[in-house]
């Protein structure tokens, strides 16, 4: 079981900046993939972004492009979702899923995709 924890949201307004942190306890961090997802409620959990174990791929979602950025910092265990110019339709629950692959390039693209979930973290913006 790797314990996965994200944090970093809040309450902003439009056009304002969040960055979102996902670590684990995980050991070989440097093996993990690891994805972002969110869901509004009343939505299914949506694909925000995704970083390989090798960090030499990267997604953004279409809404994200030109706004997120995904990094990862493997001497802190970490994954951060930078997250500017934000909108009210940002507003979610924002989860980060890890998995180990036997490809070190690859990205998972769906929830299932992922094995170990946090709890999640609240991304609120106002008008």
């Known amino acids: 079981q790797v314990k996965t924890v994200e944090s970093g949201g809040g309450l902003v307004q439009a056009g304002g900046s969040l960055s979102l942190s996902c670590t684990t306890s995980?050991?070989?961090?440097?093996?993990?993939?690891v994805g972002w997802f969110r869901e509004a409620p009343g939505s299914g959990r949506e694909y925000v972004a995704g970083?390989?174990?090798?960090?030499?791929?990267?997604y953004i979602g279409d809404f994200g492009k030109g706004r997120f950025t995904i990094a990862r910092d493997n001497a802190k265990k970490m994954v951060a979702l930078q997250m500017n110019n934000l909108t009210p339709g940002d507003t979610a629950k924002y989860y980060c899923?890890?998995?180990?692959?036997?490809?070190?390039?690859?990205?998972?693209?769906?929830?299932?995709?992922?094995?170990?979930w946090g709890q999640g973290t609240q991304v609120t913006v106002s008008f």
């Open positions: 995980e050991h070989t961090f440097s093996g993990l993939a």
């Open positions: 970083i390989s174990a090798s960090g030499e791929k990267t």
């Open positions: 899923g890890t998995a180990f692959y036997s490809d070190s390039d690859r990205l998972g693209v769906e929830w299932y995709d992922y094995d170990y």
